[in-house]
Each structure stands twice: as structure tokens, then as C-alpha cells.
């Protein structure tokens, strides 16, 4: 199996743009999803594949990747954005693994 | 639209068995691969295993081969997971998940609400 990194918590000052990033080597040859959780609530898809959003996502939210690190970011965070966010790619075995979660606080 | 209903969680004492459904209703069930993925209380999320369209490729994490079954009826539109020898640290919400598109690319674009599996003496 393999495992993907993500920091704990993050902040952004409403208005303002924020990156969260997933480190793993399985993102050299996958790309990674991404989803948003609210307390209570099941997680939301917000990115998947290379970039692509479901529709009744703001487009706001973007994805990139270099190397073995993908990013999500949020240009002009809301405060309805706050929330924890995962990431997931396939992994060798056939299956897909997680990221940790980070949790973003909107200040 | 997409609805996704588990149902079978609840108490259960360590070392039991539980089989947890999902219902499913508004997509071609048997089109598309489908997943349990598990968070436990203030924790992060668990991918626990997949079962393709047709029920014919079935994959574990790890860590949930052996006592993990899952299983599909595509006559009932309906998704399941066998937990054996049930652990404490089983204790966790399981989501029914469906794939965003019909191939099993891993993108979990429909969630149920999930269902609470509680593994206590």
C-alpha cells in the first residue's frame, strides 16, 4: 500500500486564497481527489481527476499537482468553506488510499 | 437522484458478526463499482473495499482482508459488507459510496449518510 501526507490544520483570512497539499509517491502516477466534510455531514467530491469539478461546485476550488504533491486551492475562501478536506489517489494494489484530512479554519 | 441508504449498524459486542446494506435508488445500480469507506469518531477517512459493476473484481485495503466481505445484488439494487470477528477499533460510521462515472476510477461522488457500527462489551 502507500500513504499520503496532508497537514493537520490550516487558516485563511476570509477573502483571501489558501493551498492544501497531499504528498505521496503514488501522485507521481495518479492524480488526486479531493472532498470536502462538514461536521455532521458526508464528505462532498470538490475535485477529481486532473482538474475537473462536479458542477455545483464554486470555481473557486482548483487543483494542480507537481511531482509527488497535489494542491487544492481556494482563491477568495468563503466562510462556508470551512470544513476538512481529504485527498484520495489509486494505489498499486489495486485500491485507494486517503490523506490524513486538513482541517481549514476560516478566520 | 442518487440515493444511497445504509442500514444494519448499531451496538454490538466484540467478536460478533454484523452485516451492514445499502439501498440504492435513481442510477443503474448495476453499471457502476461501489464502495464502503469508513470513519471512525473524529477521525479521518477509510476506504475499506470495492466491487465492481458486475460483481466479478472485488479489492480490500489491507488492513480489511479477511474479515471484510463485500457483495452486491444487482436484482435488488443493493450493496453489502460482512464484518467478521469484530474489533473495537471496527467502532466507526461506514458510508455506501458509488463512483462519480461507471468505471472505477476511485472519484466518490455519492455518499450515503452512513451508518454507525459501535463495537463494545
Known amino acids: 500500500s502507500s500513504e499520503l501526507t496532508q497537514d493537520p490544520a490550516v487558516s485563511v483570512a476570509l477573502g483571501q486564497t489558501v493551498t492544501i497539499t497531499c504528498q505521496g509517491d503514488n501522485l507521481r502516477s495518479y492524480f488526486a481527489n479531493w472532498y470536502q466534510q462538514k461536521p455532521g455531514q458526508a464528505p462532498v467530491l470538490v475535485i477529481y481527476g486532473k482538474h475537473d469539478r462536479p458542477s455545483e461546485i464554486p470555481d473557486r476550488f482548483s487543483a494542480s499537482r507537481a511531482a509527488n504533491t497535489a494542491s487544492l486551492t481556494i482563491a477568495g475562501a468563503q466562510a462556508e468553506d470551512e470544513a476538512d478536506y481529504y485527498c484520495?489517489?489509486?494505489?498499486?494494489?489495486?485500491?485507494?488510499?486517503f490523506g490524513g484530512g486538513t482541517k481549514l479554519t476560516v478566520l | 437522484q442518487v440515493k444511497l441508504e445504509e442500514s444494519g449498524g448499531g451496538v454490538v459486542q466484540p467478536g460478533t458478526s454484523l452485516r451492514l446494506s445499502c439501498a440504492t435508488s435513481g442510477f443503474t445500480f448495476s453499471s457502476f463499482a461501489m464502495h464502503w469507506v469508513r470513519q471512525a469518531p473524529g477521525k479521518g477517512l477509510e476506504w475499506v473495499a470495492v466491487v465492481w459493476y458486475d460483481g466479478g473484481n472485488k479489492y480490500y485495503a489491507d488492513s480489511m482482508k479477511g474479515r471484510f466481505t463485500i457483495s452486491r445484488d444487482n436484482s435488488k439494487n443493493t450493496l453489502y459488507l460482512q464484518i467478521t470477528s469484530l474489533r473495537v477499533e471496527d467502532t466507526a460510521f461506514y458510508y455506501c459510496v458509488r463512483d462519480w462515472e461507471a468505471a472505477p476510477r476511485y472519484y466518490f461522488g455519492y455518499w450515503g449518510q452512513g451508518t454507525l457500527v459501535t463495537v463494545s462489551s
Open positions: 484520495n489517489s489509486r494505489d498499486t494494489s489495486g485500491g485507494t488510499v
